[in-house]
């Protein structure tokens, strides 16, 4: 209210609300009457009531208005943050900016809250509300009330002092306060020469492209904008950063065309990034006592975890034991699986009992969205590393609060921040060439020298763009590569139908659905459901026709499954998205198929992607061939100093 009335108004109520604050400060809050108001003030009953409805509402007036910013700011949706700790610092600074006209009459405030039951309960109101929508954003409570004690300190300190700047004062605290929290993570581990930070000529930086602004791109793109000597341009043919992790809005309902979870966040490539990049995102944890399997229709616990195994009807007690021991061999890295070709092999001549390998079978589909067929393709060593991270991480599913734009957004601001690389949206690479020792890339827009180019693209497509070059023999290794696709089925739903479970995996049929909204409520508008389904498919067809009954049949099984466990579902759907061929990792990681080295014997460029060598499966292999394509960028770098 005090911020859109005309000026004389706001002044004329701020006026009375000073005069009456003060002399509550002066004779105390219950002897002071609505009369004395209006002497002190020099104005008329029907002034005073004009403009309150009694005397606690003057009282009650900031603390309501800093409310309604706080619910203001907690609309914000996910894809329009930059980043969680600019966001999370925009509320603050908006909150001290609604009161910093006010120095007296905040300093009254302050004092009257410490005396006055009703200003007290308003006031512990506030904060309540405050931490509750921080909390959404920072799910970590220390963390909350370390950030709410630093503000409320500073409107002390700020009251106590004549002649300060209470924005300032706000942003220094805090930025002391996040540099703290972020150090508790560690300090960066790539290192930066500052030598060579210093007036590095632009002729004498070294020109870099990175094809493909999808996480890898970015990653990388990201780690070389730290340094001085490099400078860039980042492709991307469509219009939007991301690549198939992107982001999009409807209806009220924050959707992510792909990728979701972070699996084993605590061993995951993305937090070294958050600690070399100085990135700032909060992660939940799906709850694993919500995670079921379904089997012959029966519901039960997923063995994720000891708690889970006991209570999980699909091992009997005795095969409970043999999978405890196969776990633990993982965990020992002393599991046979990593000395057979294929996780097929291994269960071929393993003698455990057939729920046992059939709940190896279903893990594998699960992680690596693949069928029980492909599922026994994927090697051996590949699934021993797996789950060697993912049993020993505390935090097995994730999700990124917010979305993966905000990890996206945080990359390309990064990028952007130094001036040094340029951002090409809409701007596909067409064709590369060697010429006087550079390499030249071909747009519609341009023909560009550069001395290094990183592909952050799929595998095939590299394969595509390198044709009738002198290098495409060296990629036709990589050409037959299978890419891992799914049929994806999100629905966003008005009202929460039931909420039974965060994770359904129906193992007859190969499919799952996840309760999206259940972990990461900042996706849906108030009330609000988000349901993400995917099957895995099989591609082994031998007709067009036999394909698209196949996918028809998977189509009905994920709707049968909705309507079992959600339903209703139909009625209240506000948004539905149906992707039947939905590429979810470039490259399957199965024997048949060979992921493409960073490097490559004879072809001078670099590649990164999910179809590429590097820790993790899906997303994080992404990111970790991309540090990896940057790091060694960045080593071989030695450019000379010039001041
Ligand atoms: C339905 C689904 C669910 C998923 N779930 C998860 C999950 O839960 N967890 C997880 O970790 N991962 C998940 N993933 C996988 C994850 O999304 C991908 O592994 C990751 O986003 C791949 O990133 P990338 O940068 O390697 O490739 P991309 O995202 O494909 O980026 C490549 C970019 O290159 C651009 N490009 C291509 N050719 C050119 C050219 N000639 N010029 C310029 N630009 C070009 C493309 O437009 C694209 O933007 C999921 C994916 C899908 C589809």
């Not at 905040?106 to 309540?128: G, M, P, V």
């Not at 292999?621 to 030695?638: G, M």
Request: aromatic share 10%; hydrophobic share 40%.
């Amino acid at each position: 209210m005090v911020r859109f009335m005309r000026a004389a108004t706001r002044k004329k109520r701020d006026y009375m609300i000073e005069v009456a604050l003060r002399l509550f400060m002066e004779r105390g809050y219950e002897q002071v009457s609505v009369d004395d108001i209006i002497t002190a003030t020099n104005t008329s009953k029907g002034t005073f009531y004009h403009y309150f409805q009694g005397k606690d509402e003057i009282l009650r007036d900031i603390p309501r208005k800093q409310m309604s910013i706080i619910n203001e700011w907690a609309e914000t949706t996910p894809s329009q943050v930059q980043s969680l700790e600019s966001h999370i610092h925009r509320l603050f600074l908006d909150l001290a900016s609604n009161i910093q006209a006010y120095p007296r009459l905040i300093r009254s405030l302050l004092s009257l809250t410490l005396q006055n039951e009703a200003l007290k309960s308003i006031d512990e109101e506030q904060y309540q509300l405050l931490s509750n929508r921080l909390l959404r954003w920072l799910p970590e409570r220390d963390k909350v009330n370390l950030l709410i004690a630093a503000y409320r300190g500073t409107l002390w300190m700020w009251c106590s002092q004549e002649d300060t700047d209470l924005l300032t004062m706000i942003r220094n605290h805090l930025t002391w306060v996040w540099s703290g929290l972020r150090s508790e993570q560690g300090t960066p581990s790539i290192p930066i020469d500052t030598r060579l930070v210093q007036n590095v000529k632009e002729a004498n930086r070294m020109n870099i492209a990175i094809i493909g602004g999808g996480l890898a791109g970015l990653t990388a793109a990201a780690y070389l904008s730290e340094h001085e000597g490099v400078r860039g341009v980042l492709f991307e043919r469509s219009p939007q950063w991301g690549g198939r992790a992107f982001t999009y809005e409807k209806s009220g309902f924050t959707l992510n065309y792909g990728a979701h979870a972070v699996y084993g966040i605590d061993r995951h490539e993305l937090t070294s990034m958050e600690r070399e990049l100085g990135l700032s995102f909060s992660s939940k944890q799906v709850d694993k006592r919500k995670v079921m399997y379904c089997k012959n229709d029966q519901l039960t616990p997923a063995p994720l975890d000891f708690v889970n195994l006991m209570r999980t009807e699909i091992l009997n007690p005795i095969q409970k034991v043999r999978f405890v021991g196969e776990i633990s061999a993982i965990i020992a890295h002393i599991h046979k699986v990593k000395n057979y070709e294929t996780l097929g092999d291994y269960l071929a001549q393993s003698d455990a009992d057939e729920d046992v390998k059939e709940l190896w079978e279903h893990l594998v589909c699960s992680n690596f969205f693949i069928t029980p067929e492909e599922a026994r393709k994927v090697p051996g060593e590949v699934i021993s590393e797996y789950y060697y991270n993912l049993f020993l991480s505390s935090r097995p599913v994730n999700y990124v609060l917010g979305s993966w734009a905000v990890i996206t957004n945080q990359l390309r601001q990064k990028i952007e921040l130094p001036g040094t690389w340029e951002m090409a949206l809409q701007e596909g690479v067409e064709s590369i060439r060697y010429e006087d020792k550079k390499y030249v890339l071909k747009t519609k827009n341009r023909e560009q020298a550069f001395d290094k180019v990183i592909f952050a693209m799929p595998v095939q497509q590299i394969c595509k763009l390198m044709k009738g070059t002198p290098w495409e023999p060296f990629l036709a290794p990589f050409e037959g590569n299978t890419a891992t696709e799914v049929m994806v089925y999100d629905i966003g739903l008005n009202k929460v139908v039931a909420r039974p479970f965060s994770y359904i995996s129906d193992m007859d049929n190969k499919l799952f659905i996840s309760d999206v909204s259940a972990t990461d409520h900042t996706l849906v508008p108030d009330g609000g459901q988000l349901l993400q389904g995917i099957a895995y498919l099989s591609d082994n067809f031998s007709n067009e026709e036999e394909r698209k009954a196949y996918l028809d049949n998977k189509t009905k099984q994920m709707e049968n499954l909705f309507d079992h466990y959600y339903p209703g579902w139909r009625d209240v759907t506000a948004v539905k998205r149906v992707s039947k061929k939905a590429m979810v990792s470039s490259v399957k990681n199965i024997v048949t198929n060979q992921l493409l080295p960073v490097r490559l014997e004879n072809v001078p460029f670099y590649f990164c992607g999910d179809g590429c060598e590097g820790k993790g499966e899906l997303a994080e292999r992404s990111f970790s061939s991309a540090r990896a394509v940057a790091k060694a960028i960045l080593e071989n770098i030695k450019t000379p100093v010039r001041v």
